[in-house]
């Protein structure tokens, strides 16, 4: 019978063996053209970065971070016909108000926005542009690529366009890029700020199958011990001991790669969709992570964390172990860190924006 198969079938099979491959060897969305669209980007990738009105530099990192690295980067060019992308910067926070006026300046004063009305533009703002009437700014918000820091308030991402970056980890230096050996004894870990989602969290502490740090008692709430430890001092050893890291979305994601980098396979708590995460183009979050909704409670998560099988379990921290180099911040850029990576981000974009080009000269 099966030399009978029709040969489509065959193909799609092979088609299906060849996905299933590379998905679990890869972190990567696109791992064949990667390393080459890489190498590209290095040896091409030009930006032009318009004078700001008066010097500044951003207070908190990543943004800081970010700025810094493009100003010292040799992706700056001094030469706007060679530029792929046009920077604008601008200190923060800038009134709307402030905002249109820049804008204004650069369309009146240079060729440069009106050929594509800003699309081939980008800019910094770490919470990201809210709504506004301005004409001005709806087309920056509209049109410009925006960099902003995660987790970004819905409203102020547009997915696709913009571009967020990775949390800033607070310690480089202690980033661990190999799993420990740690036998797990806690199915889920979180480190609570006494606020959020009470009563899921209240559900979570009398489970022992979770570990709940928290700020506010001043102790941790392990289960069968309760260990004493002063509120400025975490060492996230939950973390290692458990299968899964959980954080709400809104709350301190700061540590998430680099408790992804110890193997801890991040769950991401919140309930709604969410497009904002860092190298979003780039990697295979949803192999590397769970997005789980409060709905269920705490018996609801339980029950989804423990329905992902062991092989799928440990193809998850691997890959989040793989990826977490590239969510790194490292006190000077490194290849393919968080910086490069989401320098490569910006790369992806300028095709959109050529053509764009072409349809508005
Ligand atoms: C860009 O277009 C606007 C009209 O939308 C015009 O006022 C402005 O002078 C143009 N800028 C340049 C540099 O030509
Ligand atoms: C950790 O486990 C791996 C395999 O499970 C083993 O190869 C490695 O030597 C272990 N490392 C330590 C420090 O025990």
Request: aromatic letters at 12%.
């Amino acid at each position: 019978m099966a030399f009978q198969t029709p040969p489509t079938i065959f193909i799609l099979l092979s088609l299906l063996t060849t996905t299933t491959t590379t998905t679990t060897t890869s972190p990567y969305l696109s791992p064949t053209t990667l390393p080459q669209n890489y190498q590209n980007m290095l040896s091409t990738f030009k930006i032009f970065i318009y004078t700001p009105n008066k010097p500044f530099t951003f207070q908190t990192p990543p943004s800081s971070n970010f700025y810094k690295f493009l100003l010292n980067s040799n992706f700056v060019t001094q030469d706007p016909e060679e530029a792929h992308l046009f920077f604008l910067p601008f200190s923060q926070p800038t009134s709307t108000r402030a905002l249109g006026r820049l804008v204004k300046d650069v369309r009146t004063q240079l060729p440069y926005w009106n050929r594509t009305l800003g699309a081939d533009h980008f800019f910094i703002s770490s919470t990201g542009i809210d709504h506004s009437s301005d004409r001005n700014v709806v087309e920056l918000k509209k049109n410009a690529v925006q960099i902003s820091t995660f987790p970004t308030t819905s409203e102020n991402f547009i997915p696709h366009k913009d571009v967020s970056l990775p949390p800033f980890n607070p310690d480089p230096l202690t980033l661990p890029h190999v799993p420990g050996n740690d036998t797990t004894t806690f199915l889920g870990y979180l480190k609570w700020d006494g606020q959020t989602e009470p009563a899921l969290v209240n559900e979570l502490k009398g489970d022992v199958d979770f570990m709940i740090e928290s700020e506010l008692l001043d102790h941790v709430e392990g289960v069968g011990s309760i260990r004493k430890r002063s509120s400025t001092s975490f060492s996230f050893s939950g973390s290692r001991k458990s299968k899964f890291c959980l954080f709400f979305y809104s709350g301190d994601v700061a540590r998430m790669v680099e408790l992804m980098g110890s193997g801890c396979v991040p769950v991401v708590i919140v309930d709604r969709p969410i497009q904002d995460l860092p190298l979003m183009d780039v990697l295979r979050w949803s192999e590397m992570g769970l997005v789980i909704g409060t709905r269920g409670g705490g018996r609801g998560l339980k029950r989804v964390l423990l329905g992902v099988g062991e092989e799928r379990y440990e193809k998850m921290r691997e890959l989040c172990v793989e990826a977490s180099r590239h969510l790194v911040w490292n006190a000077e850029p490194q290849p393919m860190d968080a910086f490069h990576m989401v320098m490569y981000q910006l790369w992806l974009r300028r095709h959109t924006i050529r053509y764009a080009r072409r349809n508005w000269v």
